[in-house]
């Protein structure tokens, strides 16, 4: 057939930017491994998405003392990677934000003031 297009190059695909914050939430997640404070919110993304590019805006709670750079470096790191390999977009930038750090001491100040 002349003139007749392959499958694979009709249409577009679309991926709702609710559907990378969910892959970037998780990815940041996994990158955080057991680093994620007990008391502490799971992390949370936002992204903006044009044409192919996502930018990422991750917010997470982190315990104290930790290695806060070394956390968020691999954060970033993560974050790319996965949504490169699951949505197929590029992320030329990902920022987090450390919104709250979790010390001990502080755990167990808060539980003291519950009643």
Same mark, same amino acid.
């Given at each position: 057939?002349?003139?007749?297009?392959?499958?694979?190059?009709?249409?577009?695909?679309?991926?709702?930017? %609710?559907?990378?914050?969910?892959?970037?939430?998780?990815?940041? %997640?996994?990158?955080?491994?057991?680093?994620?404070?007990?008391?502490?919110?799971?992390?949370?993304?936002?992204?903006?998405?044009?044409?192919?590019?996502?930018?990422?805006?991750?917010? =997470?709670? =982190?315990?104290?003392?930790?290695?806060?750079?070394?956390?968020?470096?691999?954060? %970033?790191?993560?974050?790319?990677?996965?949504?490169?390999?699951?949505?197929?977009?590029?992320?030329?930038?990902?920022?987090?934000?450390?919104?709250? =750090?979790?010390?001990?001491?502080?755990?167990?100040?808060?539980?003291?003031?519950? %009643?």
């Amino acid at each position: 057939m002349t003139g007749s297009v392959e499958p694979a190059d009709r249409g577009a695909t679309r991926i709702a930017d %609710r559907v990378v914050s969910k892959i970037a939430a998780q990815a940041a %997640r996994e990158a955080l491994g057991g680093a994620v404070p007990a008391a502490g919110a799971p992390p949370h993304a936002t992204v903006t998405v044009q044409d192919d590019r996502a930018r990422v805006r991750v917010s =997470l709670e =982190l315990g104290y003392p930790s290695d806060i750079g070394g956390q968020c470096g691999a954060v %970033r790191r993560q974050v790319a990677l996965r949504v490169k390999a699951l949505a197929g977009m590029e992320v030329p930038e990902v920022t987090v934000e450390v919104e709250r =750090l979790h010390s001990a001491q502080t755990r167990g100040a808060d539980l003291g003031r519950i %009643r």
